[in-house]
Antibody
Framework: EVQLVESGGGLVQPGGSLRLSCAAS????????MSWVRQAPGKGLEWVSV???????YYADSVKGRFTISRHNSKNTLYLQMNSLRAEDTAVYYC??????????????WGRGTLVTVSS | AIWMTQSPSLLSASTGDRVTISCRMS??????LAWYQQKPGKAPELLIY???TLQSGVPSRFSGSGSGTDFTLTISCLQSEDFATYYC?????????FGQGTKLEIK
């Protein structure tokens, strides 16, 4: 079955760190463009970061310098290392696959999400 | 960044109705637009890409149209499972951005 399963969310204090994981099955992470998209409670969707099949990475201005996207090819897993967390980073974080093949695309496969809460 | 305005924010309708949701862009994006459906507590699901191409497995009562700055999502005959929140997303330029969402509720 083709799916994405996120893990690693939880409660963290402001200024803290957390690493999210997204395990893929049924397809190869390293052959696709993979993104993280987040959704604050009761709010809309916000794109966070992308890693291209070639390894290039890009970030939203709101997380640049604090978050790092990466992947482990043999584990077929995507990661998001989040440092210097702020209250406004509180959200459900989804990993998503972009199969469009274009530098900026749409997302045809999503995980169920993992909740990150930043609070003291 | 390209911004979009979705309207209405809230739409009340009944089963069997035909409804349309609008997405207006801050600049032209050709046909680089996607639509998603999201149900409470669930991840978004892709409905339409390239403004009018139906994703595999999506019922034919969903359709999309438009190009440039004005786009619409139409549901031709509402079913109970269609009551959800809908988002548009542009992928014409970096970064990809989403509309603020339209909640479709039962009248």
């Amino acid at each position: 079955e083709v799916q994405l399963v996120e893990s690693g969310g939880g409660l963290v204090q402001p200024g803290g760190s957390l690493r999210l994981s997204c395990a893929a099955s049924g397809f190869t992470v390293s052959s696709n463009y993979m993104s993280w998209v987040r959704q604050a409670p009761g709010k809309g969707l916000e794109w966070v970061s992308v890693i291209y099949s070639g390894g290039s990475t890009y970030y939203a201005d709101s997380v640049k310098g604090r978050f790092t996207i990466s992947r482990h090819n043999s584990k077929n897993t995507l990661y998001l290392q989040m440092n210097s967390l702020r209250a406004e980073d509180t959200a459900v974080y989804y990993c998503a696959r972009d199969s469009s093949g274009a530098p900026v695309g749409y997302f045809d496969l999503w995980g169920r999400g993992t909740l990150v809460t930043v609070s003291s | 960044a390209i911004w979009m305005t979705q309207s209405p924010s809230l739409l009340s309708a009944s089963t069997g109705d035909r409804v349309t949701i609008s997405c207006r862009m801050s600049q032209g994006i050709s046909s680089y637009l996607a639509w998603y459906q999201q149900k409470p507590g669930k991840a978004p699901e892709l409905l339409i890409y390239a403004a009018s191409t139906l994703q595999s497995g999506v019922p034919s009562r969903f359709s999309g149209s438009g190009s440039g700055t004005d786009f619409t999502l139409t549901i031709s005959c509402l079913q109970s499972e269609d009551f959800a929140t809908y988002y548009c997303q542009q992928y014409y330029s970096f970064p990809p951005t989403f509309g603020q969402g339209t909640k479709l509720e039962i009248k």
